[in-house]
């Protein structure tokens, strides 16, 4: 945010953290009526269920196997630099520490404390 942070926890990672943690019991979607712009929600919702249903079938499990993530791909929140082409910045997960690292300075916000 620009005027800055009103959340009281420092960091955007920390943030995202707390919510995850306060999101209390999971609730019963039988009743939910989604809208048009739910698509997503619909859709991820239907990969989910076919994913169990070819588990149930014997097919490994979504992102294990031959369908695992490698390790190489990582979720990445910053702000780049204008000067850096962003589809050539080298994102690694923040808990890898490299030698080589040779990033820009990221906005304190962004900073992983781990």
Request: one cysteine or more; a negative charge; glycine letters at 8%.
């Amino acid at each position: 945010m620009k005027s800055g942070n009103f959340t009281g926890i420092k960091g955007f990672p920390n943030q995202d953290i707390a919510m995850w943690l306060t999101m209390g019991p999971i609730a019963d979607r039988t009743e939910e009526r989604l809208g048009a712009s739910d698509v997503a929600v619909v859709e991820f919702r239907r990969r989910m269920l076919d994913a169990l249903k070819a588990f149930q079938a014997g097919e490994v499990a979504i992102g294990t196997g031959d369908k695992a993530i490698p390790r190489s791909v990582c979720s990445f929140q910053a702000m780049v630099p204008k000067d850096t082409d962003w589809k050539q910045y080298a994102a690694h997960p923040v808990w890898v520490e490299r030698a080589e690292d040779v990033s820009p300075e990221l906005e304190s916000n962004y900073q992983v404390q781990v």
